[in-house]
């Protein structure tokens, strides 16, 4: 049966300073990665690490750190951080007695071990930049979220003024009064004349519109006579002049 | 050195396997998968370097 491991659960809260986590992880390994939120992982790189460093230390019987004899060899130790200072400061004293045959795999192990400390914080900033990235995307979140509350907030307070207008003005909203015709005939005409002089009188004239009576100027005149077509009436000087030359008549071409 | 005293490389190649291996991945059986994969590739790499120069010298020198 597979068993597969949760994923590990996000990183809540701001996430670290890049800078603090590589130096942090560059003065011991795996710290960085503590920093950043991934203890677990900070202790599988501090194992890989101090492996091989220990590996490399006892193969070259504790002198493998030593700056004067090797700068090159100590240039990739001592990006292992505080451990290649402590051995350092450490085995100052010793001397090598004896070559042992192992020392160049040794010194080849410790300097490994420095360069396996910059993989270890490189991974350490790739976790930062996972936590950025997921910090943005909440910020987005709640931003959007913000945003949705306050239009939803918006959208309830004009309906309250929807309703507290229709309230005020009534159950049907606002109202057409319509005044009565007076029952008096004379004060009847008198309405009704006011009504129709302020009512549009629809049986005037509409200057505005165009007048579909009137001849069309720019539309051509069909009655002209075409003066580009061809006269047919005309007689056919071709058709005479061969008609007067003769019937052509056929045979061998001397 | 001797093909033989390749065999010292070997833990080397395993740590720096599992090192490379966990970059960028956090559940163990990932880790596990992708190192023996590196490790694989490390070993062809450095097997056929050391093949490839066993064979220069047999044949030049």
């Given at each position: 049966m597979d068993v597969v491991a949760p994923p590990p659960p996000p990183r809540l809260g701001p996430p670290p300073s890049a800078l603090l986590v590589g130096l942090v992880g560059l003065l011991l390994p795996g710290l960085g990665h503590v920093v950043a939120g991934r203890p677990g992982k900070g202790f599988f790189y501090f194992c890989l690490v101090g492996l091989a460093f220990t590996a490399g230390l006892w193969m070259t019987g504790l002198v493998a750190v030593q700056p004067d004899r090797d700068p090159l060899w100590f240039a990739g130790q001592a990006l292992a951080g505080l451990p290649t200072l402590a051995v350092w400061k450490a085995t100052e004293g010793l001397v090598a007695t004896e070559r042992l045959a192992s020392f160049d795999l040794g010194m080849l192990y410790t300097a490994v071990a420095g360069l396996l400390n910059v993989v270890a914080i490189a991974d350490a900033l790739g976790i930062v930049d996972d936590a950025r990235a997921v910090a943005d995307l909440r910020r987005r979140a709640d931003a959007a979220a913000q945003a949705a509350r306050g239009a939803e907030h918006a959208a309830a307070a004009d309906e309250d003024g929807f309703a507290a207008a229709s309230r005020a003005l009534g159950a049907d909203g606002p109202r057409v009064e319509v005044a009565p015709v007076p029952a008096d005939p004379a004060q009847a005409s008198r309405f009704l004349a006011d009504s129709a002089l302020a009512a549009p009188d629809l049986t005037a004239p509409d200057l505005t519109a165009p007048d579909l009576a009137a001849p069309d100027l720019a539309a051509p005149d069909r009655t002209a006579p075409d003066l580009t077509a061809p006269d047919l009436t005309a007689p056919d000087r071709t058709t005479t002049e061969v008609a007067e030359s003769g019937p052509i008549v056929g045979g061998p071409l001397p | 050195m001797r093909l033989v005293d390749l065999v010292g490389l070997l833990p080397l190649a395993l740590l720096i396997a599992l090192a490379v291996g966990g970059?960028?991945?956090?559940a163990p059986e990932d880790v596990v998968r992708t190192s023996v994969s590196r490790l694989g590739t490390l070993v062809l790499v450095v097997a056929c370097v050391a093949g490839v120069a066993r064979l220069l010298i047999a044949f030049f020198v």
């Open positions: - | 970059v960028g991945r956090h």
